[in-house]
């Protein structure tokens, strides 16, 4: 269907949220949970820059309700800590999403996904009074049924004062080393989500260990880079598939 070149290439036109991805990456991939699955993540996931911290804990559900689509709620807590205001703690911003495989190539291991979200303004302390969608497609070629390589990107809908629009591409390489460890790199970018502000580039290393039974460790951390300056931003989180 779709060679590894092809799919690079549309890994390079589309976006994703900032936030939340495919755990544990800042990238997605395009497969949905089983039908009549759950998967589970209590997550903390951030970024920062020297003493400053914004982060978000809390719940990341997911459900196969039919074949090929998947119906997600992420729940979050919101943090920050500034050197000016000190520590800042409330509800996050709830996302409501769906993800559709309209793709799946078992031949040729390719698949392709369309995953909407809606992000609503229930933050106590962000500030954010209006409903914001992201609309990505996630693309992802197998090889060898051990070494997988996915991203994609699309466009971020983001109203509000001094908000931009802004679109994020991306792409991640993971391997699988046995059947309790994954373990990848990746990097994205994304244009400026606000007036004056420049665009970020991250890049991250992540793993993922399979436990016994159902559960998992999913980690991942790495550095960003925005007009010269640095930061970083992490993601852990316990797993829960049943």
């Known amino acids: 269907m779709v060679n590894p070149r092809t799919l690079v290439a549309l890994a390079l036109l589309g976006t994703a949220a900032p936030a939340l991805a495919g755990p544990p990456y800042l990238n997605d991939d395009p497969i949905p949970t089983d039908p009549g699955k759950w998967e589970i993540y209590a997550f903390a996931a951030g970024q920062g820059r020297h003493s400053d911290l914004d982060a978000d804990a809390g719940f990341d559900f997911n459900y196969g309700a039919i074949e090929?689509?998947?119906?997600?709620?992420?729940?979050?807590?919101?943090?920050?800590?500034?050197?000016?205001?000190?520590?800042?703690?409330?509800?996050g911003d709830v996302e409501l999403g769906f993800k559709y495989r309209f793709l799946r190539d078992e031949r040729s291991g390719v698949s392709a996904a369309f995953f909407p979200r809606a992000i609503l303004p229930t933050s106590t302390i962000a500030g954010d009074e209006r409903t914001r969608f992201l609309i990505p497609i996630w693309l992802q070629r197998d090889f060898a049924g051990t070494t997988s390589l996915f991203g994609g990107g699309g466009y971020e809908i983001n109203p509000g004062p001094g908000n931009r629009n802004f679109w994020q591409v991306g792409a991640a390489l993971t391997h699988d080393?046995?059947?309790?460890?994954s373990a990848g790199m990746e990097v994205s970018h994304h244009s400026p989500e606000r007036n004056g502000e420049k665009a970020t580039t991250d890049a991250g290393i992540g793993a993922i260990v399979h436990l016994s039974g159902r559960m998992s460790l999913l980690m991942s951390a790495g550095p960003s880079w925005s007009a010269g300056r640095s930061s970083y931003h992490f993601y852990g989180a316990f797993g829960l598939n049943f």
């Open 68 to 91: 090929n689509v998947q119906l997600t709620a992420t729940l979050p807590a919101s943090f920050s800590r500034s050197a000016d205001r000190g520590w800042r703690s409330g509800t």
């Open 177 to 181: 080393f046995g059947k309790r460890l």
